[in-house]
Structures are given as C-alpha cells and as structure tokens.
Nanobody, 126 residues
C-alpha cells in the first residue's frame, strides 16, 4: 500500500529556510509524479511543486518559483522541498502526494493525486 510521511515543518522567521521531506513506501518514486501542496485554514489546497518519476520534469507554482526547489533521492525513496526566502503568511499545512497515474507527468491538480501524507505545518512569522 502506498504511504507518504512528511517531516521538517516548523516555525521560521521571514526570510528563513526550511527543508521538507516526504518519505515514500509501498511504491517506487521512479514510477509516479510526486507533488507538494499546501493548505491554509479557510483556503483551497494549492499545488506548489511537482517532480516526475524520471526526475527530468519539474514544475513550480508562480508564487514559489525561484525560492523553492524540489528534488528526490530514489535510493532513499524520499522527495524533498527546499524552501528559501520564506514570506510571512498564515500558517499552512504542507502535504506531499502521489499521482494516480503511472508513467507521465501529472499536473498539480489535487484530484489527480490519490495518496496523501498527513501533512506538516509551516508557520512563517516573526
């Protein structure tokens, strides 16, 4: 059974950095797109970055491009999200998710991802 576990969230000052990890089990990262999403209270879940199974295709939302970097270690079956220059914002829960379809790059649409981690909270505040 596919499972995802996020870690690395916390409280950080504006301008600071965090690295989130997404440990996958029950499937191979090479076969599926993995996406990172975030959701603040009262807001819709927002797709922020994704990486294809091959690792050759990467997408970023405009709001994070240039500040966030997605990567993965297939040996550890783990996907990372390096977040730099964090901006003050409402606390949000960051989720990683596995795409439903095998083999091709899946757009950052939550409904296209069937397996989700429990999330990790990120708060950017002074």
């Amino acid at each position: 059974q596919s499972q995802l576990v996020e870690s690395g969230g916390g409280l950080v000052q504006p301008g600071g950095s965090l690295r989130l990890s997404c440990a996958a089990s029950g499937f191979t990262l090479r076969d599926y797109t993995i996406g990172w999403f975030r959701q603040a209270p009262g807001k819709e879940r927002e797709g922020i970055s994704s990486i294809s199974g091959s690792g050759r295709t990467i997408n970023y939302a405009d709001s994070v491009r240039g500040r966030f970097t997605i990567s993965k270690d297939t040996g550890k079956n783990t996907v990372y999200l390096q977040m730099n220059s964090l901006k003050p914002d409402a606390p949000a829960v960051y989720y990683c998710a596995r795409a439903a379809a095998v083999g091709f790059m899946t757009p950052l649409v939550p409904a296209r991802y069937w397996y989700w981690g429990q999330g990790t909270q990120v708060t950017v505040s002074s």
